[in-house]
């Protein structure tokens, strides 16, 4: 959890990355000792998992649906008990492209703000006589925005402003309170593009395009570019990677401010570099060969930053589903998870360690009790794991397999002969591949990670009343 909390956001998880700085990093307690798992199906992969402060999780489900003959995406707006993982209520979200309604957050008052087309939806949830619903409390729509405008990310600002990139490389924000947008175009290339989440400090708004890193905030009430900065991004898409260029949502970090710094990934011809800037004026102060300098690497997740580091987890060779394959290249998924330093003058930074023996299938997360980087790992035999690393020294200090049975995702398995079982899940591969995604720390003990086909609960033995399906 960042040093500095923004003011207009849920004082639990609520966002993605855990904090508006995307630093991936939680507090409060992660799961230890004897673990138990539950999955719990939402016929559909689960890429965001917010929870505001009545304890209640807000997810976001993309479903395949069949639609006069053809498959569609349909994103549906979940309320979960966190206990039981039951559904409490449901919503259907407006369609759009993949990273529509998944790049949200929470405001302070638990609200969800998610954004789709030219619309920001503010949706609150709460009983009503006929039980618990979704409602949207209000609609801000960019009448001004060309027809084929759509957002991809929003993210408050420290004075309550919603901040916006859109797919086409447009920014700008909107202020809540009159309604008003105020937007500008960040580059006039047709082939510059959002394709992450932004991330918000009181240095301004980070939005990585597949060009150029930007930092731009208010002054004299326009949105403005305070600084941009070019980065290697390769002379392909590689594989792992769902853009043509950093595959990070930037992350502000810093030892005294918390946000002194930011941090992406580039995606170097000649191998990756992790580049980090000064947030104020757009110095590189540090522009670090990752993975050793193996070319064949790269990353399509944030990173995380704590304090002084930056932890880093490998992507390349990763197989998306088929709707989101930016490449026809393939590949394997790499091993390595490495952290770097600043040096204490701030200027440049090392690596501390590199582990080259583990490999995760979801974005990795940092507990700032723990003092433990936590995530999916995988085999190569493609068994999948709770594991955790050591922060100081990056050994491998906690792997429990996740030993669940994978027939029981599919309909009425139990009148399927084991052939027809077998069938369907060759067709829908490991309904428990994390797909790299985030997951969710409760700080009480209990990890929540989405997955292809629904959701994973890993929690204590002793603390759960899920002891009865300990491996």
Known sequence: MAKVKNPYAGTKTAFMHDDALSSDVFTGKAPTGDLSFRFETKKGAVPTLLQGSDDLLQVVCVRNESTDGSIKRTPYLLLLNPESMETITSFKLPAGRALNNIYGYLNENDELLLANGKTIYRIAHGQTENGWEFKIKEKFVLESAADDFEFVAITPDWKGNIWFASYDSQAGFLNPKTGKFSIISLSDKKDEIVANSISSSPAGIAIATTHRLYVVNLKHKHPKILWQANYDRGNRVKPGKLSWGTGSSPSFFGPKKGYEYL??????????????????????????????????QGSENSPIAFGNSVIIASTYGFVYPASSIATEEVGELKNGIQRFEVNKDGKGAKAVWFNKNVRTTSVPKMGKDSKRIHFINEDADGQQAYAELDFETGKLVKKDNINLDPYSVLPNSNQLSQEQKEAMLERIENPFNAMQMAGLFDGNGTFYQGTKLGLIKISEVNNSKDAKNRN
Do not use: M, R
């Not at 992790?274 to 064949?296: P, Q, T």
């Open 263 to 296: 941090t992406i990934l580039d995606s170097g011809t000649e191998g990756t570099h992790l580049n980090i800037y000064n947030s104020k004026n757009g110095k590189l102060i540090a522009s670090e060969l990752a993975f050793e300098g193996d070319v064949e």
